[in-house]
């Protein structure tokens, strides 16, 4: 199907030549935001936390061949063979499961022993309505207001961090789990943030913004939005000046998701104080002709592993400080439908990557054995909010759980390693 | 003090009573002053798109009841400009069958898609009928069928569906979504069978669409719901449009919520499906909720949302009627500034300022694409988000003064992209401090604080250049006092 691409937008831009757009200037009154030294940088990884919006089908992304019938004779059309070496068969993990052939860049991170693979994971609540099930997992507890896991910890931290990159949102909107007291700072485009207007205009629409918006004394929350754009503005527009190669030869799909991954790159390159970044994959919610090694979901599939790949590839050493984790709503359906798809279920598949992962399959295996589904669906195992204590406390170094998920008292898997 | 509605319309012309009503107001942010024209303005800006001085002179001369009354019905107020525009699309009047052909060349389909969401924004800023064109965007959003499935099928669903009952009765409305191309493809419908059926429909059909997440069914009626639709389904290939497969449907009894679907029934099932919704109190709590948060206040008065689901429930849903309830009531008169543009609010107000000519209709697409809200482009089935922490961050803040610098750039020659003459808007007359006033007035229909509005006489150092005014307007567009509505 057609849709309008986004590199068509920006060239009908480039052609508006009046438009005047330009860097942003920095007149001597504008305030500027010091960084703080390294010292007192953060001490734990970047966090980087994916989001696969609709629902991923874990039992297609990871497969439980192992499972034999079980798996095979409730997804007639749709099942992945179990591997056989073949370019549609699973790619073997452990003899038991094997990933999806189109997650074919994870299974390097596997293999270089750095991968995660928690299967049988998610949110323990039963609701198959996808907008509760994300607010509840990305608040992480019931009763906190408007307030999200990663705010709470951004809250709860022993060290203080004033730069208006801590914690980013890939995206026109920011991710749930952002969202609270601390700011966090929503970027589509680096290329694109910038003020746009006539160069010899640019200082005064700058100085009179910033008087008309009280960016030197907000006096609500638009002003202070308003204030953090002046305060990111200028290192964007140096950052965009830069320009940006990807290093080792990765390469990014040029997708929302790829791109996302990439400019999360660049900012965490820059050292300007990144410790939180947050990005979405759509396409999940595959109810008809989900396809199997091919098709619909493998498209989806091949997108998020060839982003989470080429994010891998390009930060290279830089990734001994970061972890990434994966998560989505809820699982699908174990049978599947009329239409060559899934319905909503309950467990996942969840990945976690980087330098401080203990690699491998992390599941304590329900078995697709009737008696052990939950009302036709996956049983879950292990909560979501486990992968993410233990990555907080023991790679973030935040040990305020409590705080951070309420009324939980987490079960640690040895998912990562203590920095 | 307390106005009682009826006590507020019958003086709603009288300055006293405005002024009074200025002490009840909750501000919010940076707010526009309106002095005596206060209940006027507020009213215009949540039952039209954006202030405009001609409907002040309509809104004096019919009163703020007589022009809700006549926004209430739009087939009675003439539309020269966009029924102009309508009959100018090569694609919007075309019926399903002739859409689906036509749609076989890649090159007409990308073309719909441009001129579908061209003509949502052009309507929406150029329409008299303004309170139509809010409920089309209202209901859009709560039927939400983004173009990616078929964009064929939406042009269709947007006019037959949404349109034709936007103003109407929410039981024909829901049908209406029901028996379309676009929402059975959308949500898998088309492809659900007896053996093994499809729950995505039945699912958002009860979540969103009627009683609301906590509206009181179970994982087992998501189940007994998909079972009755089966057969609901699109004929491609011949008509391309809805119709019931006998075939593909399962007879057994379903309960649904406590009913007892007969076993043996074909379309039926699905039918009575729709009106146990349609009559159920959950939906008329939920749908009234939606509609003072986006009408009223994001944090929705109860005493509100309780009596227009009354009167929801006592006129079987007559959307016309709940409405009239809502905008007469206390509660939205007492609302002024409570609500954050989103930012297709934002483009249109400015299109209505500047009425703008553009050289591509892509370039006010494009301003939404960077702010996160191309018409008919949210893929969920939940629609847009409506409140205010859903859409101020620092990508949007950005982009909302860019996309007001932008179109007020087009004042001058040789701007590319844009154009338009600033000239009605802001006509060199008087010094610089009265035409700064008069624009003031024009654009937000009151006034501002004195300092800020200093900033912009400033920046009129030689009035009769064209970039200059269109700087002084582009700032304004830009500034906290265009945000809210």
Redesign the interface.
Known sequence: ????A?R??FG??K?????GISRALFPSWFPRVALRADKSAPPGDILVVVFQ??GMDGLNAVVPYGDGALYYDRRPTLAIPAPNGGDNAALDLDGHFGLHPALRPLKEIYDAGQLAVIHAAGSPD???????AMELMERGAQGVG?VGWINRHLQTTAWQNESPFRAV?M????QGSL?GPIP??????IA??H????EN?LA??QH??S????IQAP?????R??A??FA??DTMSQLAGQGYTPAHGAVYPETSFGMGLLQIAQLIKAEIGVEVACVDI?GW?T???QGGAQGEMANVLADFAKGLGAFNTDLGERMRDITVVTMSEFGRRV???????T??GHANAMFVFGGGVNGGIHTDWPTLEEHRLD?GDLALTTDYRDVLSEIISARLLNPALDQIFPNYTPTLRGIVRAR | MIITRRNFLKYSGATTLAITLGSAFTWHGTQVAYAADAAFAHVLNRTTWGFRPQDLKTIKALGIEGFIEQQLNPESIADPVVDAFMARQEYMNLDIKTLSELGADPLKYYYMDIELVWARIFRAAYSERSLHELMVEFWSDHFNVPVGDSVTAKIVYDRDAIRAHALGNFRELLFATARSAAMMYYLSNYLSYAAHPNENYARELMELHTIGVNGGYTETDVKEVARAFTGWTVDYGTHYDYYFEPSAHDYEEKIVLGHTLAAGRGVEDGEEVLNILASHPATANFVCRKLVRRFVSDDPPASLVASAANVFIATDGDIRAVMRHILTSSEFMASQGQKFRRPLDVLVAMLRVTQPKFDDTLFPRYWLDLMGHVPYYWGPPNGYPEPKRAWLNTNGMLHRWNTALSVAGGAVKNYEGVHYNINKVMPVKGSADVMVKKLIEQVLGGTIDEQDKQQLVALLRKPKKKVQRALVLGLLMASPYFQWR
């Open positions: 199907m057609q849709t309008i986004r068509e937008f009908l831009m052609s508006a030549g009046a438009l919006r609709g039963e609701t198959r309505s996808h907008f509760a408007g949102g995206g026109t909107l920011i969202q966090a700072f929503a970027l589509q485009s694109e943030f003020l746009k207007g006539r205009q005064t629409i009179t913004l008087n008309l918006y009280s006096g609500d929350d638009v002003d939005q308003a953090q754009v990111t503005m759509g919610d109810h008809e002709l049978e599947q439908n009329a239409s060559d798809g319905d909503h009302n």
